[in-house]
């Protein structure tokens, strides 16, 4: 099984300040037939269903605002939400698609 | 809009069985290799299984906490995923999320349904 490993397990950080959240794979989520790495952040707040933010470790889903952003490749990944905002409190996860089973990151608790 | 919606969850004793299912949209399912995942108070975000396309040879595969146990199905002509769920125990508590990877958009989740195992 491909190991997601998720850094910090929290972070309190001041609105209008980047918030950085890093996952490492234990092995790579690039697929080289199509360029692409495998790999998801989302969001989840307390009692909501999980929201997809990134897909593809970089490509931003409809109507996420651009603060958020992910970058790497291969085994190690970012997400970056450029300028905190009270609504972004939440606990973000890593997930690998590249094959199953499908295996998240321990989630990183954002705090204002 | 590509779409996943689960239902069937409820209330359910140990030992007991369930249903659930999925009804997806917005995408060819017939192509799809569609997952069910489960986010569980004692353990958190868990894969519970996955079938392939009746093309790639329908078979599926689960993780161990639940094979033999739970039992995931598709009907293609009705774009539905299920989700049998055989003597179930407390520990099974939770949302489930039915998921696939759309070849644009990545991964997409349904909303969930939630089951709650209790006597």
């Known amino acids: 099984d491909i190991v997601m490993t998720q850094s910090p397990d929290s972070l309190a950080v001041s609105l209008g300040e980047r918030a950085t959240i890093n996952c490492k794979s234990s092995?790579?989520?690039?697929?080289?037939?199509?360029?692409?790495?495998?790999l998801a952040w989302f969001q989840q707040k307390p009692g909501q269903p999980p929201k997809v933010l990134i897909n593809w470790a970089s490509m931003r889903e409809s109507g996420v605002p651009d603060r958020f952003s992910g970058s790497g490749s291969g085994t190690d990944f970012t997400l970056t939400i450029s300028s905190l905002q009270a609504e972004d409190v939440a606990v973000y996860y890593c997930?690998?698609?590249?094959?199953?089973?499908?295996?998240f990151g321990g989630g990183t608790k954002v705090e204002i | 809009e590509v779409q996943l919606v689960e239902s069937g969850g409820g209330l359910v004793k140990p030992g007991g069985s369930l249903t659930l299912s999925c009804a997806a949209s917005g995408f060819p399912f017939t192509n799809a290799w569609m997952n069910w995942v489960r986010q569980t108070p004692g353990k958190g975000l868990e894969w519970v299984g996955r079938?392939?396309?009746?093309?790639?040879?329908?078979?599926?595969d689960y993780a161990a906490p639940v094979r033999g146990r739970f039992a995931i199905s598709r009907d293609d002509s009705k774009n539905t995923l299920y989700l049998q769920m055989n003597s179930l125990k407390t520990e099974d508590t939770g949302v489930y999320h039915c998921t696939t990877v759309h070849l644009i958009r990545g991964v997409v989740w349904g909303r969930g349904t939630l089951i709650t195992v209790s006597s």
């Open positions: 079938i392939k396309t009746n093309a790639d040879g329908g078979t599926s």
């Open positions: 997930q690998q698609y590249y094959n199953a089973p499908l295996t």
């Open positions: 092995l790579t989520l690039f697929y080289s037939s199509n360029n692409k790495n495998y």
